[in-house]
Nanobody, 121 residues
Framework: QVQLVESVGDLVQAGGSLRLSCAVS????????MGWYRQAPGNQRELVAT???????NYANSVKGRFTISRDNVKNTVNLQMNSLKPEDTAVYYC???????????????WGQGTQVTVSS
């Protein structure tokens, strides 16, 4: 049973910082791309940032220069450091990972349960 467990979000003031973490647990073979997505009320879920096994990153334009994604391939964790937070960053943040159960199975998408981040103005 694969689980993605996210750290608890928080309420922060605009301009503040917050770090989210996500740990993958379970008997897995490998993890490909890991990432963070978010969904604000009334909006669709959107990409925030992704990172490959080799460390190649991709960011939404709205967070470039403010957010940094990182991962630990030994501990199977992915982090999102969020700086200079804005009220428009308020959303539920979801961890995502492409996971292989065994050498012979395809990569499958898994999601965390979501964690609330609220930025006050």
């Amino acid at each position: 049973q694969v689980q993605l467990v996210e750290s608890v979000g928080d309420l922060v003031q605009a301009g503040g910082s917050l770090r989210l973490s996500c740990a993958v647990s379970g008997n897995i073979f490998s993890i490909n791309v890991m990432g963070w997505y978010r969904q604000a009320p009334g909006n669709q879920r959107e990409l925030v940032a992704t990172i490959t096994t080799g460390g190649t990153t991709n960011y939404a334009n709205s967070v470039k220069g403010r957010f940094t994604i990182s991962r630990d391939n030994v501990k199977n964790t992915v982090n999102l450091q969020m700086n200079s937070l804005k009220p428009e960053d308020t959303a539920v943040y979801y961890c995502n990972a492409d996971i292989k159960w065994t050498r012979f199975t395809p990569y499958t998408d898994y999601w965390g349960q979501g964690t609330q981040v609220t930025v006050s103005s």
